[in-house]
């Protein structure tokens, strides 16, 4: 009774953190800036199944922004992990996958702001939401605490790569062309049944990054008419 009494107590208390915490820290990256007019941060959370091309997308978008913007990426916190720790997380680290995902997050945006740009941009590669459900695939159940902030998906705008590279291997980082079949259509199955709006990218990389470009200057042209 004491050990289902702990969790039950733990679980809240994650959640707590997810819904008052978090978005609390986001919200305050986009303030006035130095000049007095409003800094805005656009966020795009860039998905994909493993071997999809969405790392080397965001590092495109990123590079190609600067010209033009304040830009900065978000990189994969779970590769990070595999490479520090030489091993894929357990059932029970992927909570702290998520958290640490979005600290990275939180961080990227107030470098942002700092720059005192008028639309800074950030790109992320991956989100919790990529988080939840590897851990249902992979571990065959869902996180209720990685679900919770998985469902915190406060980007402008998200784009997702399309199935269309063959898969590659790469160490112990992915789990295999089944696995990432499936993750492809959980996901835009995810985002569908979430009513989270989504592009799909496809064709080579440059023509990857040109049509991401597309829709990001659409997006920031609608934004400027407000």
Not at 13 to 38: E, L
Not at 139 to 167: I, R
């Amino acid at each position: 009774f004491r050990r289902v009494l702990f969790r039950s107590i733990h679980h809240c208390a994650v959640i707590w953190f997810i819904c008052h915490t978090v978005p609390d820290r986001m919200a305050s990256v986009d303030k006035t800036n130095v000049s007095g007019s409003m800094s805005h941060l656009i966020k795009i959370a860039i998905l994909g199944a493993e071997c999809t091309g969405k790392s080397t997308l965001a590092q495109e978008l990123a590079h190609t922004c600067k010209s033009q913007y304040s830009c900065a990426m978000v990189p994969e916190y779970l590769r990070l992990f595999v490479d520090q720790h030489q091993r894929v997380p357990l059932a029970e680290e992927q909570i702290s996958i998520a958290q640490e995902q979005r600290r990275l997050e939180v961080e990227a945006g107030k470098a942002l702001h700092e720059s005192g740009a008028e639309f800074s941009i950030l790109f992320c590669d991956t989100t919790p939401l990529l988080t939840s459900l590897y851990g249902e695939i992979v571990f065959g159940k869902a996180d209720a605490n990685v679900q919770a902030f998985a469902k915190n998906h406060d980007y402008d705008l998200t784009l997702v790569t399309e199935l269309e590279f063959p898969w590659v291997q790469d160490g112990i980082m992915r789990d295999g062309p089944l696995a990432q079949t499936k993750v492809h259509y959980r996901l835009l199955a995810r985002l569908d049944s979430w009513q989270i709006p989504y592009t799909k990218i496809q064709g080579n990389p440059a023509q990857r990054v040109k049509q991401a470009q597309d829709v990001i200057k659409r997006y920031l042209a609608n934004l400027q008419k407000k």
